[in-house]
């Protein structure tokens, strides 16, 4: 079973709409979660970190779900800046950073 | 905030040859370095970090090394390259145990 998990999508929406992803995680000692945004072709860019009491960052909310293991991004109103590959990411001391495969967004016109 | 340097930027290097990837950080001290690399269509695959100088635990096994001469300097290497040592290659810097990462521009590495 892998380790952190991501439906790989491609998800394509239209301009406005919103979108959610989901992520689960196997090791129930993770400690901290992230999502990055990666484009093609380039590094992963950091979107969020994501809090037991959830975050919001603009359009961007981001929640934890520790009793079921995942985490979720939506992101509200897209754009078409917003089509990108994003990665979902769990810490735990033993295995460190572990990232998902990716979900590829594609936000269309 | 910390600003991460690689080069090169893409290399094209025949099997067997030696490989030599640096990776430097500006605008922070005594940071958790990384070595990552993504396979094309893969996720990231990590297979160094460093805590500190002179620091390196390995996560996969394989041909490839790194070695941390000085505090923000991180250096990924390899004797004798493989086919499947071709992918991106990407550092990152972090603070902390599990503090966030911020990753480098990358390298992409083609080994014919």
């Known amino acids: 079973r892998k380790e952190v998990e991501q439906d790989p999508g491609p998800f394509n929406v239209p301009e406005g709409a919103t979108v959610a992803f989901n992520c689960t995680y196997s090791?129930?000692?993770?400690?901290?979660f992230f999502w990055y945004r990666q484009d093609c072709r380039k590094e992963p860019k950091l979107l969020m970190s994501?809090?037991?009491s959830g975050n919001e960052d603009g359009r961007f909310t981001a929640q934890l779900n520790r009793a079921s293991q995942y985490i979720s991004l939506l992101i509200r109103d897209s754009k078409l800046s917003d089509s990108a590959t994003y990665l979902c990411?769990?810490?735990?001391?033993?295995?460190?950073?572990?990232f998902g495969p990716g979900t590829r967004l594609s936000v269309l016109p | 905030s910390q600003t991460i340097h690689q080069w090169p930027a893409t290399l094209v290097q025949p099997v067997g040859s030696p490989l030599s990837l640096e990776c430097t950080v500006e605008?922070?001290?005594?940071?958790?370095l990384y070595w990552y690399r993504q396979a094309a269509g893969r996720g990231l695959q990590l297979l160094f970090y460093?805590?500190?100088?002179?620091?390196i635990s390995s996560e996969v096994p394989q041909n490839l090394s790194a070695s941390r001469p000085q505090d923000r300097q991180f250096i990924l290497s390899s004797k004798k390259l493989l086919l499947s040592d071709s992918g991106f290659y990407l550092c990152?810097?972090?603070?902390?145990?599990?503090?966030?990462?911020?990753f480098g521009p990358g390298t992409r590495l083609l080994v014919l």
């Open positions: 990152a810097s972090g603070q902390g145990l599990g503090g966030t990462q911020y």
């Open positions: 090791n129930s000692a993770s400690q901290s």
């Open positions: 994501v809090y037991s």
């Open positions: 990411v769990a810490y735990n001391y033993g295995q460190n950073f572990v």
């Open positions: 605008g922070t001290s005594n940071p958790n």
């Open positions: 460093s805590i500190g100088i002179g620091q």
